[in-house]
DNA sequence: CGGGCGATTGATTGCCTTCAAACGTGGTGG
DNA sequence: CCACCACGTTTGAAGGCAATCAATCGCCCG
């Protein structure tokens, strides 16, 4: 579902003090938007669908550091590269703004400045909260908060159309597929969800939730 | 051991653009520098010693997010709490500037501006790279990462001197004491790395490290 | 010399992964 | 329109790795 106003529009809101105009595209599911190592020539902001970031071990694992969904800004750099991988989750579309727009912005303007550093920092505190999920909490308490942080950005809503497939959650999560499955199941049986269909979750008990995540 | 040049200023240096003079504290070994939810009155610097900034589940499970060494800026908010604790790992010597002092530099002066949205991207850059080790990678291969993020830290010097307890790297890598004990003591027995005591490591074979890191 | 704390080592448990198979669903071509 | 195929998901069984439980060791300080 699309939000049709925000479509409407190909500004990258940063902040109060900082609104670029960018272009449009779309991608396709599982498309490359960028690379890890790449040129960092823009910055992007999701309209539509679902984006991942990703970093790779050297064997070929693969972590997903964020989910970023419509609003989001991702693909923010300092240094020329970028640090990280992005793919389209589903089909998307994405509004890009070049890097040296954003720079001149950041050099005239301390509100400009301002607003980045807001959003860098933002993005700090939710690689934070996913390092405490990842280094201190079992299967089931990271897929519960998965599921109410995920709840948490579709405004008073207790229904969820997830994007992503097991696998990403597993990759976002540190699990397998099997693990996550089973998560899903558990709570399903206990009551804390529904599952109408396997992307279609239904909040039946969001307290019993908060319960599993026990953080 | 305390470099004397670093002790002799009471400096926070940002970057090239904003250095701002604070005052020296000493913390006692475990004593609290912050705690989570108080006010962020000040931003850190660490002269001497080290410091672990840190966060809690709810039923009292430590993750340490970080490790500060001299050099190192740490309690670094946008908002106005802070969203981590942070305590002396050893007995050590900080430095303390105003938040307001930092704010008003910021809105002053571009230069500022970008050298703290510099600081804190580099610190994002930090937990994903944290974030990575804990989602996908084993016991012994966040030990070797450990011990090579650390080295790296140490001017071509292949010996280290641990601040930090069993139990501190432990919380660090979403491990248990016992864990982190058993892959020094495998690395020894590899000859990866000498331990003439407990805290002090000699990195015998750095290539060997490596290996075990995979990533 | 004794006490206490941190670290190491060993034995066992338990959780998550791995391996394996079946299920369901959506898309495509006959 | 239906059969079939491919892929994602679920479920089951077995194995492995790290946690837990437990005991000993070593060291720093009193």
Known sequence: MITSFEAATDIIEFGPQLSLRGVRMHFARNAEIFGEG???EYVYR????????????????????????PGDI??????????????????????LVRRSCVDKAVSENTG??????????????SARAHALVLGRKGAGERV????????????????LDLPMSR??????????IETVSR?????ERE?????????????????????????
């Open 38 to 40: 790449e040129e960092a």
């Open 46 to 69: 999701v309209v539509s669908g679902a984006v991942r970031t990703m970093r790779f071990t050297s064997d070929g694992r693969r972590q997903i550091l964020g989910f970023h969904l």
């Open 74 to 95: 991702f693909g923010v750099e300092i240094g020329d590269t970028h640090s990280l991988s992005a793919e389209a989750v589903s089909g998307c579309d994405v509004v």
């Open 112 to 125: 400009a400045a301002r607003a980045l550093l807001t959003l860098t920092s933002e993005h700090l505190s």
């Open 144 to 159: 519960a908060a998965f599921l109410l942080e995920l709840a948490g950005r579709f405004v008073s809503k207790n229904e």
């Open 167 to 176: 696998a990403d959650i597993a990759d976002y999560l540190g699990l397998t």
């Open 183 to 187: 998560a899903f199941s558990e709570f």
């Open 191 to 215: 009551c804390a969800i529904a599952l109408p269909s396997s992307r279609h979750v239904v909040m039946r008990n969001p307290s019993a939730l908060m319960h599993y995540e026990a953080a």
